[in-house]
């Protein structure tokens, strides 16, 4: 089917606007086999299927042996819902010219589209003796087996495709959406390193390796399978942008920042890259290009959630916190059930000593999603600080009921009952603790250092250290 069906002024071809002219004049209307093709592929691609079908019968009518015509009108048929009469049509077809590979390939379309993957998978295979793009068709079967829940055949047939074609883009990223599906990161590993084995040249192959070292946490390996497919390709912008998320991992926010900026194309529309810069500089404490980059990200996508929290944190850090409440309100009403927003924006209270409205918004948050630990040890530590020491106890009482064994929630309600002087109650959740996630005391010990006063607190400690 011919694609291009627009002029560079994106004007009809001027077989249709001849057809149209005959049409509206009545008058008797001839084309050959080709320009019917331009008119039909034109109305097909319009989405104009009712037409399309009618030109397609006259086209038939008055070439009757042209089996391109033919093709065309079980294409029509199948797009109609008729796809059992398009079935019919091609195996007539299939009887005059049992080389065709376009016959079958269409037939094996269909049945996809019926839902009968096995019949698609022979139709393909006839094809593939015939065709002169094998590697598409055996991507073709690869879909179908993907249909069909069978991953290991997708992936033979995957690399199948690569052996004929090892630029075939479409069988490499669907090969590592297999793996990634799969959770096969050492075997999408050894898949990328054996093509590149065969083909060093393949860009894509390089990045996906990358990818693949990503997901095992091996970033320096990933980082270098980057660089291997920007030195093919130094304008290959998803390895730009890749190793700019690497690096963010690795917490090398400067070198973060320099890739992504690497991965901006000319009138860039992707707001996530310029979101990510404004979380790198956040993550440095540079609130000023924070923001700005934020503001890039709203200029270009105002419904951007994201963005407003941004927005708000920097405002937030630099101690504007009316205009941060503005911020964060303005992604709150794009998102109404965005619990992190509403967790902000009680933060934000609790620093303008408005403790009222902080639990409305803390509250609301449990509301939508009781399931998030964190929300319940902000709010807990939100009335800790209020000296509000037995609601923030109650709650991680609840928290602690619905989700036992958080290591978390357990160091933390045992600090606050500590706090409270409930040593006996205090040491059970501290053990608890101790047992799921011995090294978590630590950060009791960081974010409140006065408990190392306590002497039940240090002795449980020692008691459960581990032995080396």
Not at 87 to 96: A, N
Not at 177 to 205: G, M, Q, V, W
Not at 302 to 310: I, K, N, V
Not at 451 to 460: A, K, Q, Y
Request: aromatic fraction near 14%.
């Amino acid at each position: 089917m011919n694609l291009n069906i627009f002029d560079k002024q994106n004007r009809p071809p001027w077989q249709v606007l001849k057809f149209e002219e005959l049409l509206g004049k009545q008058k008797p209307i001839y084309f050959d086999v080709d320009d019917f093709e331009e008119i039909i592929d034109y109305y097909f691609l319009k989405g104009q299927i009712k037409k399309t079908l009618r030109v397609v019968n006259y086209a038939t009518s008055m070439h009757k042996s042209s089996s391109g015509l033919m093709l065309k009108r079980a294409q029509v048929l199948a797009a109609s819902e008729k796809e059992n009469k398009a079935l019919d049509i091609l195996t007539r077809l299939e009887s005059l010219e049992p080389s065709n590979p376009d016959i079958s390939l269409i037939k094996g379309a269909i049945y996809s589209q019926m839902k009968q993957y096995k019949k698609a998978i022979n139709e393909y295979n006839k094809a593939v003796d015939f065709t002169e793009d094998p590697d598409y068709v055996y991507c073709n079967i690869a879909f179908e087996y993907e249909n069909m829940g069978d991953y290991d055949k997708t992936l033979e047939y995957l690399g199948k495709a690569l052996e004929i074609n090892p630029d075939n883009d479409l069988a490499i990223y669907e090969a590592a959406y297999c793996f990634d599906l799969l959770n096969l990161n050492e075997e999408s590993i050894s898949f990328f390193k054996n093509l590149i084995n065969r083909h060093p040249y393949s860009i894509e192959a390089w990045f996906n390796l990358g990818i693949s070292y990503i997901n095992t946490g091996l970033y320096e390996k990933s980082l270098e399978a980057f660089d291997y497919s920007l030195a093919i390709d130094d304008k290959h912008f998803a390895s730009w942008y890749h190793k700019g998320y690497v690096y963010s991992l690795m917490a090398d926010y400067p070198k973060a920042i320099s890739s992504y900026l690497q991965s901006i194309e000319e009138d860039e529309q992707d707001v996530m890259k310029f979101y990510n810069i404004g979380e790198c500089y956040e993550k440095m404490e540079n609130y000023n290009q924070s923001a700005r980059y934020y503001r890039i990200c709203l200029d270009k996508d105002d419904s951007f959630t994201e963005a407003w929290m941004g927005l708000g944190i920097c405002d937030a850090e630099t101690g504007n916190f009316k205009s941060a409440l503005k911020n964060f309100k303005k992604g709150l009403s794009i998102e109404p059930d965005n619990t992190t927003c509403l967790c902000l924006i009680a933060d934000t209270y609790m620093s303008c000593n408005m403790f009222s409205k902080a639990k409305d918004n803390f509250e609301k948050a449990l509301e939508i999603n009781p399931g998030d630990k964190n929300i319940w040890l902000d709010y807990a530590y939100a009335c800790y600080t209020e000296g509000l020491i037995n609601k923030a106890v109650s709650l991680l009482f609840d928290a602690n009921k619905q989700y036992p064994d958080v290591p978390e929630i357990l160091y933390k309600l045992s600090f606050y009952l500590f706090t409270e002087g409930k040593n006996k109650e205090a040491s059970y959740y501290l053990e608890e603790a101790l047992l799921i996630d011995y090294e978590g005391h630590k950060k009791i010990i960081k974010d409140n250092p006065e408990i190392i006063n306590n002497s039940t607190f240090i002795d449980l400690i020692e008691l459960y250290k581990p032995v080396k």
